[in-house]
């Protein structure tokens, strides 16, 4: 219906009728609950610009999103988005996650500063991340799992065999 009075005409009018034998119901649809506003834009780079993404592995399973952005923030510099990585049907921590920046140089910055470094007594291993993953937002993610396709999920795991791979050779050494 176009407003309000023109559904409310309707469910006076057709409520309780018969049709082909059978009594209809017709009552105004309920809300359950009000849908979420919006979330608040958030500064982003131009689509021209491409987001450097770090692959952070060995990440302890209580990380979440925004204690990986405050690690980054207090020990290198304010990334653009953080996203801790869930396995969909468990809930909880796949042990890696995803930290972006605005520039290539600020990525390989940040790998320089930060690889080996503790989070929650776990030694972080970084890399640039081989191909594009699309950054989560940096605030809604913090109470949910975010699900990711296939493909994003079987890179991820690639990228984690090849740091379990390159330091399983380090210790041979």
Known sequence: MASGEEALAVVHKFNSHQISGREIRIELAKR?????PPPPPSPSPPASETRHVVYVANLAWKVRSPVLRQ????NF???VSSR???DSPAGRSAGY??????TKEDAEAAISALDGKELMERPLRLKL????VKAAPTERDEDQAPELDQEKLKEAETEKEEIHDSDAQLEQS
């Open 77 to 79: 510099k304010t990334p």
């Open 97 to 102: 996650g995803f930290v972006s920046f605005l």
């Open 129 to 132: 991340s081989e191909k594009k």
């Open 71 to 74: 690690f980054f923030t207090d």
């Open 32 to 36: 359950f609950k009000k849908p979420p």
């Open 84 to 86: 801790v990585v869930f």
